[in-house]
């Protein structure tokens, strides 16, 4: 009976010896080569594979016990994906709360109101932050990958500045950009003047995207789209610059000129009456509400100041007179 309980005392000595080292490995903190110190969790990744990459960079001392840690607090399959950082030593506990959390890094992209498709890809692409999957697509690849119905990507991203865990793929922000473009273009139009010369939200978000071109300051941007609603609702051409810019694509140079006016393009609308056949721009938040939502106005022309605002006019002969005034300096 003495042997029995000898032995029993010195099971319980070792299980408590045991125990207590496994209690120092768990809270004990290790450091990482440098800090901050950053690691990538690629989907797939199990907790084998996390302990030996974490026991390669010197933050686990015991990838066993790290994996009977994990498994005994029922984090097996509950480690999030992406970029984190460490700015401190860490114990292996505290590690696999981070990743149990998904205490990921974070990066942003702004996209800017009037940007095109183009050079929104570009930002894109110049990102170090993204993982990009779409940089070998067509963008027609690209709108059938996040879901898009339309044939066209021109206008339909909304520009804003977008956050997303460091090393998420590129056409998760894209896809997150059409959905927010979406949702605004509903809102607004549902909440539209009902009298306007829309048949549909993609007639308004054309609309919107020239608006938003065309616009200097912020506060001419009702009475811009009120000059171009007026002229679809009197079948009037819009002979609007950026159109036929876009239309020329890459030859555009900078400059503007008469030829370039009589060049026809699907996009000339100087030359071809009512709405070009996709927007030709990101439009904003406000060219949707200034293009929904027009300021009351009669006026069918508008000539630059030089100052960033707009000058309207009623006539063509009051437009001829600003014109003089402001473009060509004439008093």
Request: charged content about 20%.
């Amino acid at each position: 009976m003495k042997l029995i309980k000898r032995l029993i005392k010195l099971v319980l000595f070792f299980i408590i010896l045991i125990s207590a080292g496994a209690v120092y490995y768990i809270s004990k903190p290790s450091n990482p080569p440098t800090l901050p110190y950053d690691f990538n969790l690629q989907p797939g990744t199990g907790l084998k594979v996390f302990a030996h990459q974490m026991k390669l960079a010197g933050l686990v001392e015991n990838e066993k016990l790290f994996v009977l840690l994990g498994r005994a607090l029922k984090l097996e399959k509950q480690i999030k994906f992406g970029n984190y950082e460490i700015t401190k030593p860490l114990s292996m506990y505290e590690l696999l709360q981070i990743v149990n959390k998904g205490k990921v890094t974070q990066s942003d992209l702004t996209i800017i109101e009037g940007w095109t498709f183009k050079q929104f890809r570009q930002a894109i692409n110049a990102s170090t932050k993204l993982n990009h999957d779409s940089l070998i697509l067509s963008d027609a690849e690209i709108l059938q990958r996040i879901g898009a119905t339309e044939t066209h990507p021109e206008g339909l991203f909304y520009p804003d500045t977008y956050i997303y865990p460091t090393g998420s793929s590129d056409l998760a922000l894209l896809k997150r950009a059409y959905q927010t473009m979406q949702r605004h273009l509903k809102e607004a139009w549902n909440k539209r003047d009902t009298s306007l010369p829309f048949e549909n939200p993609y007639q308004a978000l054309i609309l919107a995207s020239i608006v938003e071109k065309e616009t200097g300051k912020k506060t001419d941007r009702g009475q811009i789209a009120a000059v171009f609603v007026n002229r679809l609702r009197k079948g009037m051409l819009l002979q609007t610059d950026p159109t036929v810019i876009y239309g020329m694509g890459e030859k555009f140079d900078g400059n503007i000129r008469k030829k370039d006016l009589l060049k026809d393009t699907p996009y000339n609308t100087y030359l071809h009456a009512g709405l070009t056949p996709t927007p030709i721009s990101l439009p904003g938040k406000e060219a949707l509400q200034a293009t929904l939502h027009p300021d009351p106005s009669q006026a069918l022309y508008f000539v630059a100041r030089g100052d960033g605002t707009s000058q309207f006019s009623k006539t063509l002969i009051e437009h001829n007179q600003a014109v003089a005034r402001f473009q060509l300096h004439q008093k």
